[in-house]
């Protein structure tokens, strides 16, 4: 796994990549992390895509890992800007065609991108990500908004052992959790960016738009889904899956918000099937 700087603009976006021994002719994998995440999360699926022959690319969301974390006044930190943002990245990635893995709050983006640019896309795949308008944030993330409360919560490095924690359901070792905090103990900017995201996510409209998206919405999709899941109910991707023949759900019956860190092979075992079975 590889680690590179890109700088798309204003902002610099820190991304780990994955290639196969051999040349291929797949579309590349984008994979978004959720909250209060980065793209270390996909560090035992994307060795997993590389082996079956896929190039894969896991970026830090502007405002986390390492990539950029300008003040606010530079970026809005609303789900427009990570979009455009977004935008912006894969164009300078150069990508014309691509399959997209999203997990978790915040990368419910992604899900917006595939649907306004369906041209660029392969096909979606999505585990445990909100898809609802009446979807809530949990106490754990919602208390990072609240004024004086969220200035401090957010500045805890703890916050992502907590989050991750509560959100996966099992333990998680101190090395990876070191990892994860890394970004906190670094500076404080990491702590603000988080603040201003969940302050500005917006969640009851950006779940309306996806939820009319599906409507119109024809390819192939892969619902993976922890079905013990403290935060999100299945009963939207599991309606989705029965009321749309272009989406696919499977379930996994003990994991919860974060799937892909305990239950590796549970994960990319559907994802490289649907990922081969759909390949063009």
């Given at each position: 796994m590889t680690?590179?700087?890109?700088?798309?603009?204003?902002?610099?976006?820190?991304?780990?990549?994955?290639?196969?021994?051999?040349?291929?002719e797949k579309s590349p994998v984008i994979l978004l992390h959720g909250l209060p995440s980065h793209s270390y999360t996909w560090r035992e699926i994307m060795p997993i895509l590389a082996d079956k022959g896929f190039r894969a690319i896991a970026p830090d969301w502007i405002g986390s890992g390492k990539s950029a974390k300008p003040d606010?006044?530079?970026f809005a930190y609303t789900s427009q800007a990570y979009g455009?943002?977004?935008?912006?990245f894969i164009e300078a990635l150069e990508i014309n065609k691509l399959s997209l893995v999203v997990q978790g709050f915040l990368a419910s983006v992604g899900i917006e991108y595939a649907f306004t640019h369906p041209d660029k896309i392969d096909r979606l795949i999505i585990l445990n990500t909100p898809l609802s308008p009446d979807v809530k944030l949990p106490w754990m993330m919602k208390q990072w908004a609240i004024p004086f409360m969220g200035d401090m919560v957010t500045q805890d490095p703890l916050i992502v052992d907590r989050t991750l924690e509560k959100g996966s359901g099992f333990v998680i070792s101190d090395e990876n959790l070191a990892t994860y905090r890394q970004p906190f103990l670094k500076s404080s900017a990491v702590?603000?960016?988080?603040?201003?995201?969940?302050?500005?996510l917006k969640l009851t409209s950006s779940m309306t738009?996806?939820?009319?998206?599906?409507?119109?919405w024809e390819h192939p999709t892969l619902i993976v889904w922890g079905m013990a899941d403290p935060w999100l109910s299945s009963q939207v991707p599991e309606t989705l899956a029965a009321t749309h023949g272009n989406v696919e759900l499977v379930k996994l019956d003990e994991a919860k918000h974060y799937p892909q860190e305990h239950w590796v092979q549970e994960v990319s075992n559907p994802i490289v099937n649907f990922l081969r079975r759909q390949a063009l």
């Open positions: 680690e590179h700087s890109l700088t798309v603009g204003s902002l610099e976006w820190f991304y780990q990549e994955v290639s196969p021994i051999n040349e291929t606010k006044r530079d455009e943002a977004l935008e912006a702590g603000r960016s988080l603040l201003a995201t969940t302050k500005n738009s996806i939820q009319q998206g599906f409507n119109t």
